[in-house]
């Protein structure tokens, strides 16, 4: 369990009966409330449904800070785009930065939320060029950074930062916009019409002009290809009481990520990263810690070039939206991702919508790479993995189930596939869920599907 999830919060009203409205958003995290904080105002009647409580998904499991010097993300994405768009990515994040901790303060939402330096430091000699490049760009585009030291390394530094409480800012928006939010509402299905969408709710029809997909993963496949054009990175996390919390936070440019951030009493040490289907034993991971008070893992998405997915999923068609790929920034992308989808459905000019749009050409090489690792990954995902101690494999009838046996003997028994793609699922020892090794879905203990991509459960059922 992570550190916010400590936080509780009280289930809104189900979906019970049939409904129509002009926009429905699916999904109830940082991405799908800000989309609804941006449309309330609006003369589009909107509802929002989220399949449990909103808040407790990846944005639950964050470090939260809310900042635009983002590691090496901008390096890639200057070195994948160029500075042109590299500059553009920038303004949308000071622009995202400046405009949530402004929405917390106009509606006085009690979140922590703390002004706090950003540090982006450099953990090995040999990349300092790097952070030398990465300061000139800053300077180019006006930002006010210093040169300084972070423990003893070179490092970058931005006044303009924050860091907050997730959950707290997600009950902040849910007590503005209960009107319109319907928790322990699944989507099951989405049937396009001409004109219009039916969506399946706790066996309700809700009937929506437009959709906005805030689920983090497409749970579907088509039309957009979703798993061949983003991976997903699993992250590590401990929680530590220390002595001496400080009002700052701090990352490394490097590729092997180090982050790190306080809350009250507590410093947040987010110390390892990997690609989610080249995943190693958690346990082995966590092993270093010797004592901490909370430890947890999320995964976050990368798009193919590293710029989120914020828009339309088709040229032809702005009925069917989406926001997400925020690369392990979501704060600053879905605040101003959401004001970007506002104004795709009020059909108002944005300076975003060009960079974010979902239909962007996507390097070739780029796509055919990524997918080619896609494939190698679901093929080495059922192979049941040697990393999964503990777990027997076996058949019950027809069918293929994987078998967890706890401290007390217990049987756990589930289906040895994820739902979305046939995929391969290895046991998290340290969270006891079942996590799928290509795209990240998660399954409790005895199979209730807890994050997607799935949208199914992986219950055993003689
Ligand atoms: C380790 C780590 C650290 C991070 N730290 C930071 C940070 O410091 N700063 C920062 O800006 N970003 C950070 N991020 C990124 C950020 O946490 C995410 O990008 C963001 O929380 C994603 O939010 P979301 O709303 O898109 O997804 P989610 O929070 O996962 O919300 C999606 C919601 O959709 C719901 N849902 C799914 N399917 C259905 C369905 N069929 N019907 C109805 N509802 C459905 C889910 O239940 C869920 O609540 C971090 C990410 C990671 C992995």
Same mark, same amino acid.
């Given at each position: 369990?992570?550190?916010?999830?400590?936080?509780?919060?009280?289930?809104?009203?189900?979906?019970?009966?049939?409904?129509?409205?002009?926009?429905?958003?699916?999904?109830?995290?940082?991405?799908?409330?800000?989309?609804?904080?941006?449309?309330?105002?609006?003369?589009?009647?909107?509802?929002?449904?989220?399949?449990?409580?909103?808040?407790?998904?990846?944005?639950?499991?964050?470090?939260?800070?809310?900042?635009?010097?983002?590691?090496?993300?901008?390096?890639?994405?200057?070195? @994948?785009?160029?500075?042109?768009?590299?500059?553009?990515?920038?303004?949308?994040?000071?622009?995202?930065?400046?405009?949530? &901790?402004?929405?917390?303060?106009?509606?006085?939402?009690?979140?922590?939320?703390?002004?706090?330096?950003?540090?982006?430091?450099?953990?090995?000699?040999?990349?300092?060029?790097?952070?030398?490049?990465?300061?000139?760009?800053?300077?180019?585009?006006?930002?006010?950074?210093?040169?300084?030291?972070?423990?003893? /390394?070179?490092?970058?530094?931005?006044?303009?930062?924050?860091? @907050?409480?997730?959950?707290?800012?997600?009950?902040?928006?849910? &007590?503005?916009? /209960?009107?319109?939010?319907?928790?322990?509402?699944?989507?099951?299905?989405?049937?396009?019409?001409?004109?219009?969408?039916?969506?399946?709710?706790?066996?309700?029809?809700?009937?929506?002009?437009?959709?906005?997909?805030?689920?983090?993963?497409?749970?579907?496949?088509? !039309?957009?290809?979703?798993?061949?054009?983003?991976?997903?990175?699993?992250?590590?996390?401990?929680?530590?009481?220390?002595?001496?919390?400080?009002?700052?936070?701090?990352?490394?440019?490097?590729?092997?990520?180090?982050?790190?951030?306080?809350? /009250?009493?507590?410093?947040?040490?987010? @110390?390892?990263?990997?690609?989610?289907?080249?995943?190693?034993?958690?346990?082995?991971?966590?092993?270093?810690?010797?004592?901490?008070?909370?430890?947890?893992?999320?995964?976050?998405?990368?798009?193919?070039?590293?710029?989120?997915?914020?828009?339309?999923?088709? /040229?032809?068609?702005?009925?069917?939206?989406?926001?997400?790929?925020?690369?392990?920034?979501? @704060?600053?992308?879905?605040?101003?991702?959401?004001?970007?989808?506002?104004?795709?459905?009020?059909?108002? &000019?944005? !300076?975003?919508?060009?960079?974010?749009?979902?239909?962007?050409?996507?390097?070739?090489?780029?796509?055919?790479?990524?997918?080619?690792?896609?494939?190698?990954?679901?093929?080495?995902?059922?192979?049941?993995?040697?990393?999964?101690?503990?777990?027997?494999?076996?058949?019950?009838?027809?069918?293929?189930?994987?078998?967890?046996?706890?401290?007390?003997?217990?049987?756990?028994?589930?289906?040895?596939?994820?739902?979305?793609?046939?995929?391969?699922?290895?046991?998290? &020892?340290?969270?006891?869920?079942?996590?799928?090794?290509?795209?990240?879905?998660?399954?409790?203990?005895?199979?209730?599907?807890?994050?997607?991509?799935?949208?199914?459960?992986?219950?055993?059922?003689?």
């Amino acid at each position: 369990m992570s550190i916010w999830q400590e936080e509780k919060s009280v289930a809104l009203k189900k979906i019970d009966k049939n409904m129509e409205v002009d926009v429905l958003i699916i999904g109830g995290g940082i991405s799908g409330l800000s989309v609804l904080y941006q449309l309330k105002d609006t003369s589009l009647k909107t509802i929002l449904v989220e399949k449990r409580l909103c808040g407790y998904g990846v944005t639950s499991k964050s470090t939260a800070k809310i900042t635009y010097l983002q590691g090496s993300l901008l390096r890639k994405i200057r070195k @994948f785009h160029g500075s042109e768009v590299a500059s553009k990515y920038l303004q949308a994040e000071r622009d995202g930065v400046f405009l949530l &901790q402004k929405i917390i303060k106009k509606e006085k939402i009690s979140c922590d939320l703390k002004k706090s330096s950003s540090y982006l430091f450099c953990s090995h000699e040999k990349n300092l060029i790097q952070l030398h490049e990465e300061y000139d760009f800053l300077i180019k585009n006006q930002v006010k950074v210093f040169k300084t030291y972070f423990q003893d /390394k070179l490092a970058l530094k931005i006044e303009d930062s924050y860091t @907050f409480h997730p959950i707290k800012y997600i009950k902040g928006l849910k &007590q503005i916009l /209960k009107a319109y939010i319907y928790e322990n509402s699944k989507v099951e299905k989405i049937c396009k019409k001409d004109s219009y969408y039916e969506v399946l709710i706790n066996g309700c029809l809700i009937t929506a002009k437009k959709i906005v997909l805030a689920t983090h993963y497409p749970y579907f496949l088509k !039309p957009f290809l979703f798993p061949f054009k983003n991976y997903a990175e699993t992250s590590y996390i401990v929680a530590k009481k220390v002595n001496n919390p400080l009002e700052l936070n701090a990352i490394n440019i490097d590729e092997d990520v180090l982050s790190l951030r306080y809350y /009250k009493n507590y410093l947040l040490y987010l @110390f390892h990263s990997e690609v989610t289907s080249k995943r190693g034993c958690l346990k082995e991971s966590f092993e270093n810690f010797s004592s901490f008070d909370y430890r947890w893992t999320n995964k976050d998405l990368f798009t193919n070039d590293y710029l989120p997915f914020i828009g339309a999923f088709s /040229k032809h068609d702005d009925s069917f939206l989406f926001l997400g790929g925020y690369g392990t920034w979501g @704060f600053s992308n879905a605040t101003i991702g959401s004001v970007v989808i506002r104004d795709i459905l009020l059909k108002k &000019q944005n !300076p975003y919508i060009s960079l974010f749009n979902p239909y962007r050409n996507l390097k070739i090489e780029r796509l055919i790479h990524d997918s080619f690792s896609t494939f190698l990954a679901i093929v080495k995902s059922t192979k049941n993995n040697v990393n999964n101690q503990g777990v027997i494999y076996k058949k019950i009838g027809d069918q293929d189930v994987a078998i967890y046996v706890d401290e007390n003997k217990k049987e756990h028994i589930v289906l040895n596939r994820c739902p979305h793609m046939k995929c391969g699922l290895i046991f998290n &020892q340290i969270e006891k869920t079942w996590d799928c090794l290509c795209h990240g879905s998660r399954f409790s203990l005895d199979g209730k599907c807890i994050e997607g991509p799935s949208n199914f459960d992986i219950s055993f059922k003689k």
